[in-house]
């Protein structure tokens, strides 16, 4: 491939990332060198080789291919002298710059809004529905009422779209207010560059300007003590002028490592929502609306009865990879001129849906749930009728219906040879006391997320 052509495949990929993104991440990457069916771009960072990788690879390589460049795949690496850039600045700030050099009122968008993460685009379903509802409710710039909101939850599960989906629509109602979204990485770097640059008064004063403060991954600053010290007196300066803070993490607050605890209980003061891991609904929902989606850029794409539902109910990691299965088929289709049927599905992602055939079984969960209530395996499995054995017994019967496919009789064989009524006992039970009992509501939850992890 040659610059030229790179040069007019980067115009079609300004068509379909928008302004924003292509400005910030597909205009600085430079073409280095094609070998072996890999395309090399060199990149200024390593944060935006990543970012890029993750973001945009399929995209880019679906256009390399379509424009009759042969590539399985494309790889970032930074270049020793990359002459786009003209200071070697984390990418987190490139697109504002410094504040002071650019001097202008968007100087403090600091990561880009992705334009497809807005509230339209978001389905809702049980699992996201009370997050959903709390970021609506933050997005409509009213009088703070909960402070901070934290939204949680397991890798690809929405966090990152709801957050860019309020600071869009905030900056729809509410254009005035200074609106601040960024990653706990990016924070941190600026906190970085403003010691080094001996810039902390600005830096200060900079965050402390802002009416929304939304940070991404605080998992990110645990064990980080300088940046979770300067984070706690930006938050504090923050919620004293009672203004909004919108944080994201990948686990409750109270469960992240090396999390000092004065930040923990900072944030625990707030509403804490969790986003639960996608059930067949929600992701039938999702795969629906982002084929109606696709349409338009893909006319006349047709798929087979059955192909959504198959995927909704194989692939049930996350959302991401359910996108990205998305992706991969509806290029390789129109490469190839065929329907998306069941026979193409299972070709083209033969490896995903591989990946994502690890079966949880019974003996795992047996284990975990020993480990977690700290009792030995064979208590589990025992004959002892003690309540402090029966309930975790209790919840492990009711973990092995839900998350295996094994039958009610076979659940009992692996329960010491108990009869099926036994086991069916057991699930009731703890259905019942899922309602009644939040500890034990807490305890599935808690054990459903580490066994589908
Ligand atoms: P997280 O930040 O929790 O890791 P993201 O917000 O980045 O996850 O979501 C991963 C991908 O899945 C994004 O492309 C996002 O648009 C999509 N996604 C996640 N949840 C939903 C949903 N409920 N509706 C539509 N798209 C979703
Ligand atoms: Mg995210």
């Not at 933050?138 to 009422?145: F, L, R, W």
């Not at 625990?268 to 639960?276: A, I, K, R, S, T």
């Not at 959302?319 to 193409?344: K, Q």
Request: with cysteine; aromatic share 8%.
């Amino acid at each position: 491939m040659t610059q030229e052509k790179w040069g007019q495949l980067r115009q079609r990929l300004l068509k379909t990332v928008g302004q924003n993104n292509y400005t910030t991440w597909i205009e600085p990457l430079e073409f280095a060198d094609l070998k072996d069916g890999v395309a090399v771009f060199n990149v200024p960072t390593n944060f935006m080789g990543n970012y890029v990788g993750q973001n945009f690879a399929d995209l880019i390589l679906y256009e390399l291919n379509t424009a009759g460049t042969k590539v399985q795949r494309v790889a970032f690496r930074v270049a020793a002298n990359t002459p786009a850039r003209p200071t070697p600045r984390v990418v987190a700030s490139e697109s504002d710059s410094a504040p002071e050099a650019a001097g202008r009122h968007d100087a403090l968008q600091a990561a880009p809004l992705d334009a497809r993460f807005t509230f339209d685009t978001f389905v809702v379903g049980k699992p996201n529905e009370l997050a959903h509802a709390a970021a609506r409710r933050v997005s409509e710039g009213g009088p703070v009422t909960f402070n901070p909101l934290v939204l949680y939850g397991g890798v690809g599960l929405g966090k990152t779209h709801l957050m860019h989906a309020i600071a869009w629509e905030l900056r729809a109602r509410k254009p005035d207010l200074n609106v601040l979204y960024l990653s706990a990485e990016q924070f941190m770097y600026r906190f970085v560059q403003a010691l080094r640059e001996r810039k902390m008064m600005d830096f200060k004063e900079l965050f402390r300007s802002v009416d929304v403060l939304m940070v991404d991954d605080v998992q990110f600053i645990a064990g980080k003590d300088s940046t979770q010290e300067e984070f706690f007196h930006t938050f504090n300066a923050l919620v004293d002028q009672n203004k909004q803070i919108i944080i994201s993490a990948d686990r409750a607050p109270g469960e992240i490592k090396d999390l000092e605890d004065r930040v923990k209980s900072r944030l625990q003061c707030g509403l804490v929502v969790d986003l639960h891991p996608t059930d067949y609904e929600l992701r039938l929902g999702i795969l629906q609306t982002k084929v109606q989606q696709y349409r338009g850029s893909y006319p006349g794409l047709e798929i087979a009865d059955g192909v959504l539902e198959f995927l909704a109910q194989r692939i049930s990691t996350n959302v991401r990879v359910l996108e990205g299965a998305l992706t991969r088929l509806f290029a390789f289709a129109s490469l190839v001129g065929r329907e998306i049927d069941m026979e193409l599905t299972q070709d083209c992602l033969a490896d995903v849906l591989r990946a994502s055939e690890r079966k949880i079984t019974i003996e795992e969960i047996q284990r975990k749930v020993s480990e977690y209530y700290n009792i030995r395996l064979s208590d589990i499995i025992g004959p002892k009728r003690l309540r402090s054995f029966a309930r975790p017994r209790q919840v492990a019967m009711y973990l092995s219906k839900q998350l295996t496919s094994r039958s009610l009789p076979e659940i009992g064989r692996r329960f010491g040879g108990r009869d099926h009524t036994t086991v069916m006992h057991g699930v009731k039970r703890i259905e019942e006391l899922k309602s009644t009992d939040g500890q034990i509501a807490e305890d599935v939850e808690m054990l459903r997320r580490t066994l589908e992890a």
